[in-house]
């Protein structure tokens, strides 16, 4: 299986740069406009601290943060690894609103790898160390692009269909019930959750399901997972 060779290349790389949690995921990145991801596959997050990543990745603040590497994305169309101080060395995120939400998902130090897709969006593979550990070295973030810039079958070569592209055009809420429902949660472990009413989580999800033109959580999971990974 796929995701299972994925998983297993992404705990040895945290075991050889001593991260503690990873994230595997298609993305958009543009510079006017927030990151947003589909498709996670992911590694050191128990249930409760994956859903707080959720909502911190999908704030709207991360527009702010993302935008130097999503220019220097679009200016240099390829692979790109960038430690957190390379991403953000004016400290934007920890000015941010979206920086009690990283606190709370006890989220420090960080790599990001993104490798360009066809017709747009990336593979995003992010890397992670607890806020009381040390920040990741050069040599840390060099031997992690090396690895995932050297596997292409660690990567998509384009979303599974074009539906799939434009999750950019989804209210941040609406992207943090989407990869809720990936995870498999039910729509009241959702509402509890996020501390909103069971109907507002079912008219999220009516959103979602008409977004992607499905009818169903699995034909929706299914957009996301109908490719060999190139």
Sequence with gaps: DINDKRRLLMDGLCQQINATA???????????????????????????????YLEAINHPAMEAVSRPSSLELQKKGVHLTRTR??????????????????????????????????GGGVNAIRIYRTLDEAPFTDREAKIAHILLSEIPWLHFTAFPDEASHHITTLYPRHRTVLNLLGEGWSRKKIAEHLGISINTVHGYVKVIFKHFCVHSQSELLARFSQSDGG
Excluded: Y
């Design 22 to 52: 990873w994230v595997w995921s298609m993305s958009e990145f543009h510079p006017d406009k927030p990151p947003s991801s589909i498709g996670l596959i992911h590694g050191g997050f128990d249930e409760d601290r994956l859903a707080c």
């Design 85 to 118: 101080l390379q991403m953000d060395p004016g400290s934007l995120l920890d000015k941010s609103a979206a920086a009690p939400l990283w606190i709370k998902t006890n989220i420090g130090p960080l790599i990001m790898s993104l490798r360009p897709m066809e």
